[in-house]
């Protein structure tokens, strides 16, 4: 019987524990935390609809009921008396509940509860008894029919639960619980007594149960968290729940890990700074569900002068003078539709959690566990943000030293959890396939816990997708001691790119849109001279003849940690240099065909425009005679790059222009392929190339004697190419006319034998113009025929000066 004064009692219930601990599962959990500090090894819970013949009033209506095979000491059977008061277990360090919540729980069930402990020698306190919140030493004045737990009908409990307590696991020892649930037939005879509200303990609507199965008990949710639980605990490794009549049917569910040694310890059995691995198995079997839970992970005793500090301070709370810096961080894998990624704290059992929506058909679970201080009801960790997962360690307003030294622990001890997050990622991956990986990872960078910790987290080591030429997986690595650089997704065929085989070697390589955990201060941008190597180490031929090798070539290069560097100047080299390559070994004939055109385009946009001089399409020549005066300019290795027309990218357009020196070097060579190959479209390259100029002169003027100009000679009635000295001898005698030839042409050709006429183009004409001696080419006209009338030209006979006397007459 309690040794307390009863309406107290029931106040300090309503005010401090039920008003800030929740209902249904958390109760479950509690009672579960309480047979895992007992040794259990099994645990068998569920709803029975009263014994009928009992005599207690209270065991007439239905109950939740427990049974597990924990040890049942004297000063547990002493202890229950205190519940209400306190709890002795923050002295126990191998306990899970030290916090004092434990049995208090149930009042949000029930008024009153009965217990039973199977028979020990000589035993000291009541092995059966009722806890009843309502009575004192003078008995329940409220309830006066609930009196004693008689023998009778402990009996009769034992009875009914008969099925359970005759399984193989309870043979040795066992505890049983029962829990009347609130009727309204529990309520006191009067409600209210000197201004304290009697009733029931909880009076709301909701807070009765009549004859319902409480729903938590069998829902899919508490079957989902039961199942995730049991990774977190030492000892336990069944859950079953049975319904009602226990001789004619099966338990509704089962769940049981499979895990051998690799389970959680008892803290009194690690080892400080030595990482003890979790992994196994959980199976939920039920007429309506089934989950294998897969787990892995681990946990440790953090070594830490941070916390020694912490802990030798004057005002560090006596009663926790035990606790250890223990943190453990679970990840979990079960086959769910629709799918998520369960993020959960817990202090030994969960306290919290979030969940978000993955496109898998597997959810995932990482729980972190973290000896913390927890609030008054053990509903959250003292000091956490649940908005960002984060830890304050600040002294906010109302804060006492107490308080403020527990969150110091609290924020020192998540840093050191944070830390340890990817060594058991590292271990979880291996039962994983790199889809599920990426998911699980992608999932990862959008909750708050990576938001905001990923400099904790990834502090000492990141988690890596890495590419090379023998594999390509995820994989730990520690922080800044390798460097990191990105790939497209596009695969390389390593033979072609040989400087990217060597680096793979050396550096850790990425793929791009991997959702790798790092460091917020990591880079994965290339530096310009590993770009260059890269560039400078490729066979054109190999590169640009191959539509695998030349796509992986312009991802790479487009990439956004790759173009940031791409306009450095010796990376502009290197890739000129190796397009020049491509155009003068391949020639455009190749590199225009259907699938390769594109990506050449794609590569010759990343040049820079200043460093790209375009050479016009000439729609009359065939690609074989362009191709062929285009290697010609090639091999003059001008520092810039030749463009032909086709290649250009539309939205950036070449802008170099030829230096003079430059131009004089395109026009001697052009001149000496004019020697043999006298196309139209060399001429226009050579108009193309003076047309830039303002300034003609400079370049002209060293080529005065090489035959770059196409020009008609009227006389013979053919076209040769003339030299920049004869056009200007021409000019010079007023004999250099643009346009077409007219009949005062033939009439002047006629009557002056001695004069040779040239006709220009008129592109042609206004390159020279530009010239002042050459200033002034125009067309034949009647002036025209004046002034070379006005020199005094020896004429021919008179009957060959007829037509041009004719012409001048019409002009008059």
């Known amino acids: 019987m309690a040794e307390h004064h009863p309406l107290g009692d029931i106040?300090?219930?309503?005010?401090?524990?039920?008003?800030?601990?929740?209902?249904?599962?958390?109760?479950?959990?509690?009672?579960?935390?309480?047979?895992?500090?007992?040794?259990?090894?099994?645990?068998?819970?569920?709803?029975?609809?009263?014994i009928s013949n009992a005599k207690h009033p209270l065991l007439r209506t239905p109950a939740l009921f427990i049974v597990d095979d924990g040890t049942f000491t004297n000063e547990n059977a002493r202890s229950i008396r205190y519940i209400i008061g306190g709890s002795n277990k923050p002295k126990e360090q191998d306990a899970i509940g030290k916090f004092g919540l434990g049995l208090?729980?149930?009042?949000?069930?029930?008024?009153?509860?009965?217990?039973?402990?199977?028979?020990?020698?000589?035993?000291?306190?009541?092995?059966?008894?009722?806890?009843?919140?309502?009575?004192?030493?003078?008995?329940?004045?409220?309830?006066?029919?609930?009196?004693?737990?008689?023998?009778?009908?402990?009996?009769?409990?034992?009875?009914?639960?008969?099925?359970?307590?005759?399984?193989?696991?309870?043979?040795?020892?066992?505890?049983?619980?029962?829990?009347?649930?609130?009727?309204?037939?529990?309520?006191?005879?009067?409600?209210?007594?000197?201004?304290?509200?009697?009733?029931?303990?909880?009076?709301?609507?909701?807070?009765?149960?009549?004859?319902?199965?409480?729903?938590?008990?069998?829902?899919?949710?508490?079957?989902?968290?039961?199942?995730?639980?049991?990774?977190?605990?030492?000892s336990l490794k069944t859950i079953r729940y049975w319904q009602n009549d226990l001789d004619c049917g099966q338990e509704k569910y089962l769940i049981a890990i499979k895990s051998e040694k690799r389970r959680h310890a008892a803290l009194s059995k690690l080892n400080p700074s030595e990482p003890h691995a979790l992994k196994g198995k959980v199976n939920l079997t039920s007429t309506s569900s089934c989950i294998d839970f897969e787990f892995s992970g681990q946990e440790i005793i953090h070594e830490n002068?941070?916390?020694t500090n912490i802990l030798n301070r004057d005002n560090f709370p006596t009663k926790f003078k035990n606790i250890k810096p223990h943190t453990a961080i679970i990840f979990g894998r079960w086959g769910s539709q629709p799918a998520n990624l369960m993020i959960?704290?817990?202090?030994?059992?969960?306290?919290?959690?979030?969940?978000?929506?993955?496109?898998?058909?597997?959810?995932?679970?990482?729980?972190?566990?973290?000896?913390?201080?927890?609030?008054?009801?053990?509903?959250?960790?003292?000091?956490?943000?649940?908005?960002?997962h984060i830890i304050a360690s600040q002294r906010f307003e109302g804060d006492d030293d107490d308080t403020f030294l527990k969150k110091e622990w609290n924020f020192t001890l998540y840093k050191s959890l944070l830390?340890?997050?990817?060594?058991?990622?590292?271990?979880?991956?291996?039962?994983?396939?790199?889809?599920?990986?990426?998911?699980?990872?992608?999932?990862?960078?959008?909750?708050?816990?990576?938001r905001e910790n990923s400099q904790e987290i990834c502090e000492k080591k990141q988690w890596i997708y890495r590419i090379n030429p023998q594999e390509e997986r995820w994989q730990l690595i520690s922080s800044g001691q390798v460097h990191l650089r990105i790939l497209p997704k596009i695969r390389p065929n390593w033979a072609f790119f040989p400087r990217l085989e060597k680096l793979a070697e050396q550096y850790c390589l990425t793929v791009e849109g991997k959702p790798n955990l790092l460091a917020g201060k990591n880079t994965l941008t290339w530096k310009s001279d590993e770009i260059c190597a890269i560039i400078n180490s490729l066979e054109p031929s190999k590169i640009f003849s191959n539509i695998d090798n030349l796509s992986f070539l312009q991802a790479f290069l487009s990439q956004k940690e790759t173009k940031v560097i791409l306009n450095d100047e010796k990376v502009q080299v290197s890739l000129r240099e190796l397009l020049h390559k491509a155009f003068a070994k391949l020639g455009i004939a190749e590199l225009q065909k259907d699938k390769i055109l594109p990506f050449v385009k794609k590569l010759v946009e990343l040049l820079s425009p200043k460093n790209r001089y375009a050479i016009a399409k000439f729609d009359a020549n065939e690609p074989t005679a362009v191709h062929n005066v285009l290697n010609e300019l090639y091999a003059l290795n001008l520092d810039l790059?030749?463009?032909?027309?086709?290649?250009?990218?539309?939205?950036?357009?070449?802008?170099?222009?030829?230096?003079?020196?430059?131009?004089?070097?395109?026009?001697?060579?052009l001149s000496n392929i004019l020697k043999e190959d006298?196309?139209?479209?060399?001429?226009?390259?050579?108009?193309?190339?003076?047309?830039?100029?303002?300034?003609?002169?400079?370049?002209?003027?060293?080529?005065?004697?090489?035959?770059?100009?196409?020009?008609?000679?009227?006389?013979?009635?053919?076209?040769?190419?003339?030299?920049?000295?004869?056009?200007?001898?021409?000019?010079?005698?007023?004999?250099?006319?643009?346009?077409?030839?007219?009949?005062?042409?033939?009439?002047?050709?006629?009557?002056?034998?001695?004069?040779?006429?040239?006709?220009?183009?008129?592109?042609?004409?206004?390159?020279?113009?530009?010239?002042?001696?050459?200033?002034?080419?125009?067309?034949?006209?009647?002036?025209s025929c004046k002034n070379l009338l006005d020199k005094k030209p020896n004429l021919a006979d008179s009957y060959k000066r007829i037509n041009l006397l004719k012409e001048l007459i019409r002009y008059v």
């Open 678 to 783: 006298r196309s139209i479209y060399i001429c226009n390259l050579i108009k193309q190339v003076l047309s830039k100029f303002d300034f003609p002169l400079i370049i002209i003027d060293k080529l005065a004697e090489k035959s770059l100009f196409p020009g008609y000679k009227y006389r013979e009635k053919k076209t040769y190419l003339w030299s920049y000295a004869k056009l200007c001898e021409s000019r010079s005698k007023n004999l250099l006319f643009t346009g077409k030839y007219n009949t005062i042409a033939a009439a002047l050709n006629e009557a002056i034998p001695d004069y040779d006429f040239i006709f220009i183009e008129e592109d042609l004409a206004s390159i020279l113009n530009k010239i002042p001696s050459m200033k002034g080419i125009s067309s034949l006209t009647l002036d």
């Open 104 to 234: 208090k729980s149930v009042f949000h069930l029930c008024e009153a509860f009965f217990y039973i402990g199977s028979e020990i020698q000589n035993p000291q306190s009541k092995r059966a008894d009722i806890f009843n919140p309502w009575a004192d030493r003078d008995g329940d004045l409220y309830h006066p029919e609930w009196g004693e737990f008689d023998p009778e009908d402990c009996n009769k409990v034992k009875e009914t639960l008969r099925k359970i307590i005759e399984q193989p696991e309870y043979q040795s020892q066992w505890f049983i619980l029962w829990i009347p649930l609130r009727q309204i037939s529990h309520q006191t005879h009067k409600p209210e007594e000197e201004g304290i509200q009697l009733g029931c303990i909880k009076n709301g609507k909701a807070d009765f149960f009549n004859k319902e199965i409480p729903s938590f008990l069998s829902e899919e949710a508490t079957k989902l968290e039961f199942t995730l639980l049991l990774p977190l605990l030492h």
């Open 305 to 307: 002068p941070s916390f």
């Open 419 to 450: 830390g340890n997050i990817l060594d058991a990622l590292e271990n979880f991956s291996q039962d994983l396939n790199n889809d599920e990986l990426d998911i699980f990872c992608k999932a990862l960078h959008t909750v708050p816990l990576f």
């Open 344 to 388: 959960r704290t817990a202090v030994f059992l969960p306290i919290g959690s979030s969940l978000s929506d993955i496109p898998s058909q597997n959810s995932f679970c990482l729980t972190l566990h973290g000896y913390f201080f927890v609030d008054f009801a053990r509903t959250g960790i003292l000091g956490w943000n649940n908005e960002r």
């Open 641 to 669: 790059l030749l463009i032909y027309e086709i290649f250009e990218p539309a939205s950036q357009p070449s802008q170099a222009i030829l230096k003079p020196e430059q131009a004089v070097k395109v026009l001697t060579c």
């Open 11 to 50: 106040e300090y219930l309503r005010e401090n524990l039920l008003k800030n601990y929740k209902s249904g599962f958390p109760v479950l959990k509690e009672l579960v935390q309480n047979a895992e500090d007992a040794g259990s090894t099994h645990f068998d819970f569920g709803w029975i609809e009263g």
